[in-house]
């Protein structure tokens, strides 16, 4: 009972010029859908990915980051034996006191951005494992050595094997390159954390800890006792959810890019209609002795309906492949949250792929709606007539 | 309305609205049409001739009056419904061929079958045979721009025959045509009234289709003006008597 | 121009089509202007709010990093500088924790003398220097917590372990970044136990001229010492801020242009279609008369009337909505609301303009230029 899709298919085709500009439009607003969400993915990806499920991570009460958290020792001495908290073969809690310093960083090709250099001790690279050393070796205690994050290396003046580094007020040694799948960590300098602290002279402070837990620990109960007591008092959250919270700006991105898109998708529909409206008006004839021949009213609209699907899929593979590109193209963006720079790349998940299929897809069947209905609508003798 | 005809219109108006003017198509016309005739419907410009023709096909409704065709009656039916009968029981031939220019010749003969229930292969047979019937079936994956004016309007009456309806209904059907052409066309539904006694119902302002008829319809400004024998009746007759 | 009339007509005859190309050209300039506005605005605050004698000096390890209050009697005694006022950074928060806005510490001392652009009447710069709790703070933030001037307000400490309470002394307008607060250095300095340290110092020199001579002096004199400088003028200052946001400004406008092509498309496709369809009568025209010419500039005045009608919707649309809307949610930090730059607004017209002349052309050429004979066949 369905008018037969070669005559769509072959209706599009034969009016090339006009199908191409059309779907020149949506492939163009998919593209643009694509490389913004593989952006939003990218990013969310490499701060959401910083955290390790089992890991808690504790800041001063009321902080929302590491950036803007002090905590002291006494407070750390209380905290570390604390029974869910996993201990390494020695029998040492895996607590990793941390501090965080922005320092401004020579970009190679000029000018500086704002880096993390983060002040740490060996059991750093134990409570955090998604950090491999990959090239060299870990820096010594109470020694000038940094090692640098890979999302640097290339980026910024010496940050290569053996090079040495002007960071804050002194001169370190880049002793190792470490990967950490992809996360921020990556666009960091980890230093000993003495050595940061001397060279920012604020005092013996840590900005966060973070404790890996036992397996089968209750978290719920560490969390609780590390904001209660008396001698902590401060404040736990899984890495996890502290990094979600983090990815805000991801978040912020998303949305704006969506509104982008959508007002676009818009400007594409009224495209599209127009081109539909004017397919409609050209074949009247052909509508005519269809609905004549017999073809039901409403087969005449889902076959226009279903031409206007056709132009926009077509349309919506041809964006995806423009913006493929950018996948895995990797950039540096200024996060203000943590007040550093960030290197990360686009990702062209299999999701987004979907997403703007559909997308393509729902611009399609918005543009074809209303001149397929008109279509459906026509009287017979009116179309026939309209030689 | 338990009719034998093979077109039954009793007291049929159709009025229709242009703007703020009411025009009477037709007025009060009433004609029956026996099976197995072949039969024009003439008259001037403005005579109705091509409204009584699409109330006939079932592209239209009577403003008042019943139409009935193939003995059932259409008047009251629904559009989704009508058109699934349009699809059984009628066949059209336009005076512009209204052939679909993106699909073949072959294409446009199956466009009918498509709404039936037959198989592909089926379908295949029976559009192979339509076009043999018109002589074309050579040109079947010709596209309708690589065939001539007759040739196109032979596509379209094998279109109009290949479901095997009540009825084939012709609006103009050599209006675009040369002479020679339009005589062959002609000649060809002669043929199909004769060999495969299909009723044919034409509208025409040619005066050469009278020789090929058995009866002719006059409308005049919507009124049926008068019926006569056309001249195939009338050597029909004669031969007969002779 | 008689022929406008009969432009008006052609446009009004397909009126579905006119408001739909129309629409959808409004719709894509919309979003391309207010796109282009983003790097636009950082662009203008710069060169805005920069002050060519005002110099910021500050550790050369980074903004982390502090410097001594003494540095401030070295600073003043170079030559040239005229004066010199410390601040630090506090970053407090007032209420919620989404209520951020970036607030500092100053001396109030110098401070009249440092910031004229600022537009503070004078009783009010009084007022900070004597009372111990004043602070001033922007329109912005007074609009969007709805402050007023004698107001009492408490700014919760997130690095820095305490709070302070103020009193709104006035509101610092002109030239000043919209959302900031200023308060008294002295006052968080006792809070903190008197550290002495400041992140940042703000030097006033005599005459622009000076400025380079200055920054070197300062910058020499602290070398060596425990805590090296790094002077630069305000403009440059200030760009480091906006350099994070580098990334999405070329963001913004890879997009602005993607957008542009894919209006242009949309655009050609409609004006080629218009004008075929017009064929037949484009051919009578001919036949009676009008010349090619007439035809080409009647088809393009009405392509680039629909152009140029489409980006006065799209591009006023965008210029009223940034105006409206204080775009510069967290999203933008220390921005207050985003306006539309001039240039980015005749920039836009230009282009909608340019959209409909070519969008046109070449359908209208052909149709202008076609053999009467060959057109009037096509009707036929």
Same mark, same amino acid.
């Given at each position: 009972?369905?008018?037969?899709?070669?005559?769509?298919?072959?209706?599009?085709?034969?009016?090339?010029?006009?199908?191409?500009?059309?779907?020149?439009?949506?492939?163009?607003?998919?593209?643009?859908?694509?490389?913004?969400?593989?952006?939003?993915?990218?990013?969310?990806?490499?701060?959401?990915?910083?955290?390790?499920?089992?890991?808690?991570?504790?800041?001063?009460?009321?902080?929302?980051? *590491?950036?803007?958290? =002090?905590?002291?020792?006494?407070?750390?001495?209380?905290?570390?034996?604390?029974?869910?908290?996993?201990?390494?073969?020695?029998?040492?809690?895996?607590?990793?006191? *941390?501090?965080?310093?922005?320092?401004?960083?020579?970009?190679?090709?000029?000018?500086?951005?704002?880096?993390?250099?983060?002040?740490?001790?060996?059991?750093?690279?134990?409570?955090?494992?998604?950090?491999?050393?990959?090239?060299?070796?870990?820096?010594?205690?109470?020694?000038?050595?940094?090692?640098?994050?890979?999302?640097?290396?290339?980026?910024?003046?010496?940050?290569?094997?053996?090079?040495?580094?002007?960071?804050?007020?002194?001169?370190?040694?880049?002793?190792?390159?470490?990967?950490? =799948?992809?996360?921020?960590?990556?666009?960091?300098?980890?230093?000993?954390?003495?050595?940061?602290?001397?060279?920012?002279?604020?005092?013996?402070?840590?900005?966060?800890?973070?404790?890996?837990?036992?397996?089968?620990?209750?978290? =719920?109960?560490?969390?609780?006792?590390?904001?209660?007591?008396?001698?902590?008092?401060?404040?736990?959250?899984?890495?996890?959810?502290?990094?979600?919270?983090?990815?805000?700006?991801?978040?912020?991105?998303?949305?704006?890019?969506?509104?982008?898109?959508?007002?676009?998708?818009?400007?594409?529909?009224?495209?599209?209609?127009?081109?539909?409206?004017?397919?409609?008006?050209?074949?009247?004839?052909?509508?005519?002795?269809?609905?004549?021949?017999?073809?039901?009213?409403? =087969?005449?609209?889902?076959?226009?309906?279903? *031409?206007?699907?056709?132009?926009?899929?077509?349309?919506?593979?041809?964006?995806?492949?423009?913006?493929?590109?950018?996948?895995?193209?990797?950039?540096?963006?200024?996060?203000?949250?943590?007040?550093?720079?960030?290197?990360?790349?686009?990702?062209?998940?299999?999701?987004?792929?979907?997403?703007?299929?559909?997308?393509?897809?729902?611009?399609?069947?918005?543009?074809?709606?209303?001149?397929?209905?008109?279509?459906?609508?026509?009287?017979?003798?009116?179309?026939?007539?309209?030689? | 309305?338990?009719?034998?005809?093979?077109?039954?219109?009793?007291?049929?108006?159709?009025?229709?609205?242009?703007?703020? !003017?009411?025009?009477?198509?037709?007025?009060?016309?009433?004609?029956?049409?026996?099976?197995?005739? !072949?039969?024009?419907?003439?008259?001037?410009?403005?005579?109705?001739?091509?409204?009584?023709?699409?109330?006939?096909?079932?592209?239209?409704?009577?403003?008042?009056?019943?139409?009935?065709?193939?003995?059932?009656?259409?008047?009251?039916?629904?559009?989704?419904?009508?058109?699934?009968?349009?699809?059984?029981?009628?066949?059209?031939?336009?005076?512009?061929?209204?052939?679909?220019?993106?699909?073949?010749?072959?294409?446009?003969?199956?466009?009918?079958?498509?709404?039936?229930?037959?198989?592909?292969?089926?379908?295949?047979?029976?559009?192979?045979?339509?076009?043999?019937?018109?002589?074309?079936?050579?040109?079947?994956?010709?596209?309708?721009?690589?065939?001539?004016?007759?040739?196109?309007?032979?596509?379209?009456?094998?279109?109009?025959?290949?479901?095997?309806?009540?009825?084939?209904?012709?609006?103009?059907?050599?209006?675009?045509?040369?002479?020679?052409?339009?005589?062959?066309?002609?000649?060809?539904?002669?043929?199909?009234?004769?060999?495969?006694?299909? +009723?044919?119902?034409?509208? +025409?302002?040619?005066?050469?289709?009278?020789?090929?008829?058995?009866?002719?319809?006059?409308?005049?400004?919507?009124?049926?003006?008068?019926?006569?024998?056309?001249?195939?009746?009338?050597?029909?007759?004669?031969?007969?008597?002779? | 121009?008689?022929?406008?009339?009969?432009?008006?007509?052609?446009?009004?005859?397909?009126?579905?089509?006119?408001?739909?190309?129309?629409?959808?050209?409004?719709?894509?300039?919309?979003? &391309?202007?207010?796109?282009?506005?983003?790097?636009?605005?950082?662009?203008?605050?710069?060169?805005?709010?920069?002050?060519? #004698?005002?110099?910021?000096?500050?550790?050369?390890?980074?903004?982390? %990093?502090?410097?001594?209050?003494?540095?401030?009697?070295?600073?003043?005694?170079?030559?040239?500088?005229?004066?010199?006022?410390?601040?630090?950074?506090?970053?407090?928060? %007032?209420?919620?924790?989404?209520?951020?806005?970036?607030?500092?510490?100053?001396?109030?001392?110098?401070?009249?003398?440092?910031?004229?652009?600022?537009?503070?009447?004078?009783?009010?710069?009084?007022?900070? /220097?004597?009372?111990?709790?004043?602070?001033?703070?922007?329109?912005?933030?007074?609009?969007?917590?709805?402050?007023?001037?004698?107001?009492?307000?408490?700014?919760?400490?997130?690095? %820095?372990?305490?709070?302070?309470?103020?009193?709104?002394?006035? #509101?610092?307008?002109?030239?000043?970044?919209?959302?900031?607060?200023?308060?008294?250095?002295?006052?968080?300095?006792?809070?903190?136990?008197?550290?002495?340290?400041?992140?940042?110092?703000?030097?006033?020199?005599?005459?622009?001229?000076?400025?380079?001579?200055?920054?070197?002096?300062?910058?020499?004199? &602290?070398?060596?010492?425990?805590?090296?400088?790094?002077?630069?003028?305000?403009?440059?200052?200030?760009?480091?801020?906006?350099?994070?946001?580098?990334?999405?400004?070329?963001?913004?406008?890879?997009?602005?242009?993607?957008?542009?092509?894919?209006?242009?498309?949309?655009?050609?496709?409609?004006?080629?279609?218009?004008?075929?369809?017009?064929?037949?009568?484009?051919?009578?025209? /001919?036949?009676?008369?009008?010349?090619?010419?007439?035809?080409?500039?009647?088809?393009?005045?009405?392509?680039?009337?629909?152009?140029?009608?489409?980006?006065?919707?799209?591009?006023?649309?965008?210029?009223?909505?940034?105006?409206?809307?204080?775009?510069?949610?967290?999203?933008?930090?220390?921005?207050?609301?985003?306006?539309?730059?001039? %240039?980015?607004?005749?920039?836009?017209?230009?282009?909608?303009?340019?959209?409909?002349?070519?969008?046109?052309?070449?359908?209208?050429?052909?149709?202008?230029?076609?053999?009467?004979?060959?057109?009037? /066949?096509?009707?036929?």
């Amino acid at each position: 009972m369905a008018v037969p899709l070669k005559y769509n298919l072959r209706s599009l085709l034969v009016r090339r010029i006009s199908t191409a500009m059309t779907g020149g439009g949506i492939a163009l607003v998919v593209a643009v859908f694509v490389i913004v969400m593989a952006m939003v993915a990218g990013l969310n990806s490499t701060i959401s990915d910083t955290g390790s499920p089992d890991n808690i991570i504790v800041i001063r009460r009321g902080a929302t980051t *590491e950036t803007y958290s =002090a905590i002291q020792l006494p407070q750390f001495d209380a905290m570390k034996f604390l029974p869910q908290i996993k201990r390494d073969q020695g029998g040492a809690p895996m607590a990793s006191p *941390e501090l965080p310093v922005q320092m401004l960083m020579q970009k190679v090709g000029g000018g500086t951005d704002n880096i993390v250099m983060r002040g740490v001790l060996p059991v750093a690279l134990e409570v955090h494992d998604k950090v491999h050393i990959t090239a060299g070796r870990m820096f010594k205690p109470a020694v000038n050595e940094v090692i640098v994050g890979k999302g640097l290396v290339g980026r910024y003046e010496n940050c290569k094997l053996g090079s040495t580094l002007h960071l804050g007020r002194g001169n370190w040694k880049v002793v190792g390159i470490f990967d950490a =799948a992809g996360s921020s960590f990556e666009s960091e300098v980890w230093g000993d954390i003495h050595n940061v602290q001397d060279d920012t002279q604020r005092g013996a402070y840590y900005a966060d800890v973070r404790l890996k837990l036992l397996p089968g620990a209750d978290q =719920a109960a560490l969390i609780q006792r590390i904001a209660d007591d008396p001698q902590i008092n401060l404040q736990g959250e899984s890495e996890p959810d502290y990094y979600k919270e983090q990815a805000v700006v991801a978040n912020q991105m998303r949305v704006l890019g969506m509104i982008v898109a959508i007002i676009m998708a818009v400007g594409a529909i009224f495209g599209a209609m127009n081109t539909m409206y004017a397919a409609v008006s050209t074949r009247t004839t052909e509508i005519g002795t269809l609905r004549a021949l017999g073809f039901s009213p409403a =087969a005449v609209m889902t076959s226009f309906l279903t *031409e206007a699907l056709m132009l926009a899929l077509a349309a919506g593979i041809i964006g995806i492949i423009l913006a493929m590109p950018i996948d895995g193209l990797s950039t540096t963006f200024g996060n203000f949250v943590t007040f550093s720079t960030l290197a990360f790349s686009f990702q062209v998940t299999p999701r987004i792929m979907l997403e703007a299929i559909i997308f393509a897809a729902v611009m399609g069947v918005f543009g074809g709606w209303l001149p397929a209905r008109q279509a459906m609508r026509m009287r017979v003798v009116d179309a026939l007539r309209s030689v | 309305m338990d009719s034998k005809f093979a077109v039954d219109l009793e007291h049929v108006v159709r009025t229709y609205k242009r703007d703020e !003017f009411e025009v009477q198509a037709l007025d009060d016309v009433s004609v029956q049409v026996p099976e197995g005739r !072949f039969v024009a419907i003439m008259g001037p410009s403005g005579s109705g001739k091509t409204t009584m023709l699409n109330l006939i096909a079932g592209i239209d409704h009577p403003t008042s009056g019943r139409v009935a065709v193939g003995g059932e009656e259409i008047t009251g039916m629904k559009e989704r419904d009508l058109a699934a009968w349009r699809a059984r029981h009628i066949g059209l031939v336009f005076q512009f061929y209204n052939l679909i220019p993106v699909l073949t010749a072959f294409e446009n003969v199956e466009l009918p079958l498509l709404l039936t229930n037959l198989g592909k292969a089926e379908r295949r047979e029976h559009v192979e045979t339509a076009l043999k019937v018109v002589g074309l079936a050579d040109r079947m994956d010709h596209y309708p721009r690589q065939l001539s004016g007759g040739q196109e309007q032979r596509v379209a009456i094998a279109r109009a025959i290949v479901t095997d309806p009540t009825i084939v209904v012709a609006d103009e059907p050599t209006g675009d045509l040369d002479a020679k052409s339009a005589e062959d066309i002609l000649g060809l539904m002669v043929d199909l009234n004769q060999q495969f006694h299909k +009723t044919i119902v034409m509208v +025409t302002h040619d005066p050469r289709a009278e020789r090929y008829v058995d009866t002719v319809y006059r409308l005049d400004k919507g009124v049926l003006a008068g019926v006569e024998p056309g001249k195939r009746a009338r050597s029909a007759a004669a031969e007969a008597s002779a | 121009m008689k022929y406008a009339m009969l432009v008006l007509k052609n446009l009004l005859r397909s009126k579905r089509r006119t408001i739909l190309t129309v629409l959808s050209i409004a719709v894509s300039l919309f979003i &391309f202007s207010a796109l282009v506005s983003l790097p636009a605005v950082a662009n203008q605050v710069l060169s805005d709010t920069a002050s060519s #004698v005002r110099v910021a000096c500050h550790n050369k390890a980074g903004v982390t %990093y502090s410097m001594p209050e003494a540095y401030k009697q070295r600073i003043a005694m170079t030559n040239h500088v005229v004066a010199v006022v410390p601040q630090s950074w506090f970053g407090g928060i %007032y209420h919620e924790v989404s209520d951020q806005f970036p607030n500092f510490a100053i001396d109030p001392a110098q401070a009249e003398t440092m910031w004229p652009d600022w537009s503070v009447p004078p009783e009010q710069w009084k007022t900070f /220097r004597e009372l111990r709790t004043a602070c001033l703070v922007g329109p912005g933030t007074m609009k969007r917590f709805g402050l007023h001037i004698g107001q009492q307000i408490q700014l919760r400490g997130t690095i %820095y372990r305490f709070n302070v309470q103020l009193e709104i002394a006035g #509101v610092m307008g002109g030239k000043a970044p919209p959302n900031f607060l200023v308060f008294r250095r002295d006052y968080m300095e006792e809070a903190e136990g008197r550290p002495g340290l400041v992140d940042n110092f703000w030097v006033r020199v005599d005459k622009s001229e000076n400025v380079p001579q200055v920054i070197a002096a300062l910058d020499e004199g &602290f070398a060596n010492s425990s805590a090296e400088t790094k002077s630069e003028t305000e403009a440059a200052f200030v760009s480091t801020f906006v350099n994070q946001f580098r990334f999405f400004f070329q963001l913004a406008e890879i997009l602005g242009f993607i957008v542009v092509i894919t209006i242009g498309l949309v655009a050609a496709n409609t004006a080629a279609m218009s004008i075929r369809e017009r064929r037949g009568e484009i051919a009578v025209m /001919r036949s009676i008369g009008f010349t090619s010419r007439a035809i080409l500039s009647l088809l393009l005045s009405e392509s680039l009337l629909i152009g140029l009608i489409g980006g006065i919707i799209g591009c006023g649309t965008a210029f009223i909505v940034l105006h409206l809307f204080a775009v510069g949610s967290s999203a933008m930090g220390a921005f207050g609301d985003i306006q539309m730059p001039p %240039y980015v607004l005749v920039g836009t017209l230009f282009i909608a303009a340019l959209i409909g002349f070519l969008s046109a052309l070449v359908p209208a050429l052909s149709a202008a230029r076609r053999n009467i004979v060959d057109a009037l /066949r096509m009707v036929v």
